[in-house]
């Protein structure tokens, strides 16, 4: 199992359902620390 593979990111559902990503799809994520948690701001299907 590869490192990004276990990094849990909290991402509002809106954010996640605009792209609805799958298992294996590739994707190119904007996140920042907040507190103790990392949070998703941007997500982008790459081809």
Known sequence: MGAMELM???AEPAL???VSP???D???L???QQD???VLLRIERLP
Do not use: E, M, T
């Open 36 to 38: 103790d948690q990392v």
């Open 8 to 10: 849990a990111i909290a």
């Open 22 to 24: 799958k298992p294996g």
């Open 30 to 32: 904007a996140v920042r």
């Open 16 to 18: 996640l359902d605009a």
């Open 26 to 28: 590739r994707v190119k």
